[in-house]
T-cell receptor
């Protein structure tokens, strides 16, 4: 069966510090991968998505970046965090085709920037 | 671009009563529609989807949704609500971006089920 991992679960970082959040998927090959941010327990903002190694689509220009160094690994980074980067970060995977791109989410990382 | 709208920020219902969480969509072509649920401090969980076929879709935890093309709606329903159904519910639609398929989520509706 497929599983998705995210770490860390929680993170408190000072403004201006770097960020690296990691997401890995097990039990599937060539998944589509997604990073979302959720503010204040409400709507999801799609940040990045990837259909393959090294292929990254950015939805919202900001001080975040994403990389996909391996087929089942997706990393969200920042060189300098802003207060507005605080939120709940969710990684998800899907497989295109008959499943209609049903998305399966990780447990999330709660980031607080102070 | 495809979009979904959830007109209610919050829905309150008594345990044992039927519940409905509303969603309307705007798409070009045939829609791929989804419902997801989120419990506090957790990731989203898939509930059900409509791709094609029967307009009434049954999903997890006794939930179902009805695809209505004339009203462009995909409302989530359950005949008898449980306190444990209290959560944040998201309607979503598949969209095609420049880099492949992606999912567009509604703003979410918070469901409170009172005992």
């Amino acid at each position: 069966s497929q599983t998705i991992h995210q770490w860390p679960a929680t993170l408190v970082q000072p403004v201006g510090s770097p960020l690296s959040l990691e997401c890995t998927v097990e039990g599937t090959s060539n998944p589509n991968l997604y990073w979302y941010r959720q503010a204040a327990g409400r709507g999801l903002q799609l940040l990045f998505y990837s259909v393959g190694i090294g292929q990254i689509s950015s939805e919202v220009p900001q001080n975040l970046s994403a990389s996909r160094p391996q087929d089942r690994q997706f990393i969200l980074s920042s060189k300098k965090l802003l207060l507005s980067d605080s939120g709940f970060y969710l990684c998800a995977w899907s497989v295109s085709g008959l499943a209609g791109d049903t998305q399966y989410f990780g447990p999330g990382t709660r980031l607080t920037v102070l | 671009a495809q979009s979904v709208a959830q007109p209610e920020d919050q829905v309150n219902v008594a345990e044992g009563n039927p519940l409905t969480v509303k969603c309307t969509y705007s798409v070009s072509g045939n829609p791929y529609l989804f419902w997801y649920v989120q419990y506090p401090n957790r990731g989203l969980q898939f509930l059900l989807k409509y791709i094609t076929g029967d307009n009434l879709v049954k999903g997890s935890y006794g939930f179902e949704a009805e695809f209505n093309k004339s009203q462009t709606s995909f409302h989530l329903k359950k005949p008898s609500a449980l306190v444990s159904d209290s959560a944040l519910y998201f309607c979503a639609v598949r969209d095609k971006g420049t880099g492949g398929f992606k999912t567009i989520f509604g703003a979410g509706t918070r469901l409170f089920v009172k005992a």
